[in-house]
């Protein structure tokens, strides 16, 4: 018995028909720049003033990123632990009441249709967040069970608070004992009447947390948490800077790294867990779980395609780069960029097999272009084992004092 509940608000539009977030007022009044993009039919900022001074804010002070387009679902009732054990690769068991726990889901080939991060609120009672949209998988999946699932993507507005004087920021902001809550934990504040949820989850690869709160008490907790964040040099950033930092912190994005499996249109171009490296978010002791009997023919026979994080010569991002090995094609390059903060240049590639072992030594075929001239350079790179950025910052508990 599985029903959908309506979300409890409803997002506004603004004149150009594209959806705005409860921020939006803040978020308007701080983008200088005008520069706007489209998050899943949301209106939000590509950057706002200055994208390498917000991606320095985000590394050396505190960044704050308006996280309320992204897909949530609440998802709760009696089976709930067990629905969401049938439909995502990781073992839900494991994942205790106030805690987060990152996940992919398949089809039942074994191909990723999302990654995203389960809340445990409650017992049975979770919140599921997604970067695609992914209401009917969540039906389809549901038969069976019994099972409510709501999309409250409008009803829940958010914040990414993000760097090394974030956990001081929000504790000046009144939320005493922050400091406490370790990575992937969970805990509640009272706030101006209503609920804030705080969790220690953030896409930068930061010491970070992300702010959860009801729609109509979003501009006061953005003044709020802007005018306590002052002294420890707090600014908003866009996409464009989050961009730069995920990359630097080795996560991969959907839809750019690569594409949900129910939106391919030709065969082939989907990847299973293993082939995107996170391999070690599928727990094939579990009895059943969609895919499952597709990963463990995977597992037997060897895999497809490697996610290779790629160390590139020179300082020329190799976006949208063939990966060369001996002069032939072996692979495509997702995301690149380069990293200010590890000062290196960094590609995610798709390298077929049996290349991009760890040490294996490719070439990226880069194309760039400057005032109207296409140049094309042969970029030595080498694979490397982990992210170029991964500091201590992110996981001590309790945090430095910045």
């Known amino acids: 018995n599985h029903q959908a509940g309506r979300s409890v608000m409803t997002a506004k539009s603004d004149d150009t028909m594209m959806l705005t977030t409860p921020f939006h007022s803040r978020v308007k009044e701080a983008c200088q720049l005008n520069c706007w993009g489209?998050?899943?039919?949301?209106?939000?900022?590509?950057?706002?003033?200055?994208?390498e001074l917000e991606y320095f804010a985000v590394r050396n002070t505190t960044g704050v990123i308006d996280l309320s387009p992204m897909h949530k679902y609440r998802i709760s009732g009696p089976d709930a632990e067990a629905y969401l054990n049938r439909l995502v690769t990781r073992d839900v068991t494991k994942i205790r009441v106030g805690r987060v726990g990152y996940t992919v889901w398949c089809d039942d080939a074994g191909q990723v249709l999302d990654d995203g991060t389960i809340f445990h609120l409650a017992e049975n009672d979770y919140r599921?967040?997604?970067?695609?949209?992914?209401?009917?998988?969540?039906?389809?999946?549901?038969?069976?069970?019994?099972?409510?699932?709501?999309?409250?993507?409008?009803?829940?507005?958010?914040?990414?608070?993000?760097?090394?004087?974030?956990?001081?920021a929000l504790t000046a902001m009144g939320l005493s004992g922050l400091d406490q809550l370790k990575p992937f934990g969970l805990t509640e504040f009272e706030f101006e009447g209503e609920t804030l949820m705080v969790s220690r989850t953030g896409f930068t690869g930061d010491l970070g947390y992300e702010l959860w709160i009801a729609p109509h008490k979003a501009e006061v907790l953005w003044d709020r948490l802007f005018a306590a964040g002052q002294p420890h040099i707090i600014r908003p950033f866009g996409t464009d800077a989050l961009e730069m930092a995920r990359i630097e912190a080795g996560f991969l994005q959907a839809g750019v790294?690569?594409?949900?499996?129910?939106?391919?249109?030709?065969?082939?171009?989907?990847r299973s867990p293993f082939e995107l490296g996170l391999g070690w978010l599928v727990d094939l002791?579990?009895?059943?779980?969609?895919?499952?009997?597709?990963l463990l023919q995977e597992q037997a026979?060897?895999?497809?395609?490697?996610?290779?994080?790629?160390?590139?010569?020179?300082?020329?991002?190799?976006?949208?780069?063939?990966?060369?090995?001996?002069?032939?094609?072996?692979?495509?390059?997702?995301?690149?960029?380069?990293?200010?903060?590890?000062?290196?240049?960094?590609?995610?590639?798709?390298?077929?097999?049996?290349?991009?072992?760890?040490?294996?030594?490719?070439?990226?075929?880069?194309?760039?272009?400057?005032?109207?001239?296409?140049?094309?350079?042969?970029?030595?790179?080498?694979?490397?084992?982990?992210?170029v950025f991964n500091p201590s910052r992110r996981r001590a508990t309790p945090p430095t004092d910045f």
Request: aromatic share 10%; with cysteine.
């Open 38 to 51: 489209n998050w899943m039919g949301y209106t939000t900022p590509n950057a706002y003033e200055d994208v």
């Open 128 to 168: 599921l967040c997604a970067y695609a949209r992914a209401m009917d998988w969540l039906h389809w999946a549901a038969m069976g069970f019994d099972v409510s699932i709501e999309d409250e993507t409008a009803a829940v507005a958010a914040l990414a608070v993000q760097g090394p004087t974030s956990c001081a």
């Open 257 to 270: 790294d690569f594409m949900p499996a129910e939106e391919v249109m030709r065969a082939g171009r989907s």
């Open 285 to 294: 002791d579990k009895p059943v779980f969609n895919g499952r009997r597709a």
């Open 301 to 387: 026979e060897g895999s497809r395609y490697r996610f290779a994080i790629l160390d590139v010569d020179g300082n020329k991002p190799a976006h949208h780069s063939f990966i060369l090995k001996n002069n032939k094609q072996v692979g495509t390059v997702t995301s690149a960029a380069w990293c200010p903060t590890a000062k290196t240049n960094v590609a995610f590639a798709q390298i077929e097999m049996p290349h991009g072992a760890v040490g294996e030594e490719l070439v990226a075929e880069i194309y760039y272009q400057r005032e109207l001239h296409w140049t094309r350079v042969l970029a030595p790179c080498k694979v490397i084992d982990a992210p």
